[in-house]
């Protein structure tokens, strides 16, 4: 099992790790070395990692060519890609999917669950591709007595893990409703 992690080294180091420790192979892509090195530190299995910004549409079908060589076929993608890189999601997706069964799992701000926001969202286009398993992870708040909170880092990433645990077509990782509710 080869896993390709992308943005996993902030919030979602504990997820990384523990995708490791269910026995993948992780693919770990995103900037900074120091925080990368560190995810392979702490991950009980193999890491390899890439450093390189993932808004370079070449340097990351370059980096995610170099890790299937290395790893063999991707089996599952764990994405959490700021909005200043609109295409990459989609483009990692068309890179990975060869026909085979390959998990997705797109980790998404709260703002994908706005109700204001009427698009259709990018499921479609991910379950367009053939072999790809789309899984939509959405991070909410949490509501408390008096007021709502964001999620913790560890909130988080037990809130990702159970789902590579338990395949879910759509997560929401705490609430997001009612939305004027949110921090
Ligand atoms: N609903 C919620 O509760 C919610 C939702 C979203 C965010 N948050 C909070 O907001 C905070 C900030 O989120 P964040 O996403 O900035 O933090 P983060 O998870 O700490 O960092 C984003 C991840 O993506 C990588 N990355 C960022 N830009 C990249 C690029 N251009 N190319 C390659 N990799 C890149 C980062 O590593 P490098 O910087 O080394 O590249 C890191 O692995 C989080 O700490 C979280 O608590 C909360």
């Not at 993932?54 to 370059?62: F, K, M, N, P």
């Not at 060519?65 to 609109?86: E, K, N, Q, Y």
């Not at 909170?149 to 988080?156: D, N, P, V």
Request: proline share 4%; net charge positive.
């Amino acid at each position: 099992m080869h896993a390709l992690v992308i943005g996993g080294t902030g919030m979602l180091r504990a997820a990384t790790v523990g995708v490791s420790g269910r026995g993948y192979v992780v693919s770990a892509l995103s900037r900074r070395e120091r925080r990368l090195e560190r995810v392979v530190a702490e991950a009980p299995g193999e890491v390899d990692t890439y450093s390189l910004d993932y808004r370079e549409a070449d340097a990351l079908t370059e980096a995610i060519d170099t890790a299937t060589a290395a790893r063999g076929a991707v089996t599952m993608v764990l994405a959490w890609i700021h909005g200043s890189a609109t295409e990459a999601p989609l483009a990692i997706a068309r890179q990975v999917a060869k026909g085979r069964t390959i998990r997705y799992l797109h980790v998404r701000g709260s703002a994908a669950a706005d109700p204001s926001n009427k698009g259709a969202g990018p499921r479609a286009a991910f379950e367009g591709l053939p072999g790809i398993c789309y899984e939509e992870i959405i991070l909410g708040f949490v509501r408390g007595r008096s007021r709502a909170r964001w999620l913790t880092h560890s909130e988080i990433s037990a809130g990702v893990l159970g789902v590579v645990d338990a395949p879910a077509l759509r997560t929401i990782v705490g609430v997001v409703s009612p939305w004027d509710a949110r921090p």
